[in-house]
């Protein structure tokens, strides 16, 4: 079976120690979830495991996510914050604008 390997535009195996790439290597340590504003695709609430779209990393990535406040419900279409985040797809959010 071949495998296959990415590389960088210099050659170079992606990957392995954010060190290797020097000042330009980003890491979710450097480039924070908390603060960000996304869009609840999927019904949050008590009870339930919801879903969330935030932009971030140059993209659109989907979140697991739970409200910030226990008794929260929010409805899809709400914009949120994420309020925390718990490596690698999970976020707690809470509705950015009063309803």
């Known amino acids: 079976m071949a495998r296959t390997v990415a590389s960088g535009l ?17 890491t979710m340590d450097d480039a924070s979830m908390v603060g960000l504003m996304g869009r609840v695709t ?7 495991v919801g879903e969330v ?7 659109a990535e989907h979140f697991l996510a739970y ?3 226990a008794q929260d ?3 899809p279409g709400t914009v949120v914050m994420v309020i925390e985040y718990l490596p690698p797809r999970t976020v707690y959010v809470a509705a950015a604008y009063d309803s």
Do not use: C, K, N, Q
Request: aromatic share 6%; net charge neutral; charged share 25%.
């Open 53 to 59: 779209i935030v932009r971030v990393r140059g993209g």
């Open 67 to 69: 409200p910030a406040s």
């Open 10 to 26: 210099d050659g170079r195996r992606l990957g392995g120690d954010p060190e290797e790439f020097g000042p330009y290597a980003v």
């Open 42 to 48: 999927g019904t949050i609430g008590p009870g339930l």
């Open 73 to 75: 419900r929010i409805e």
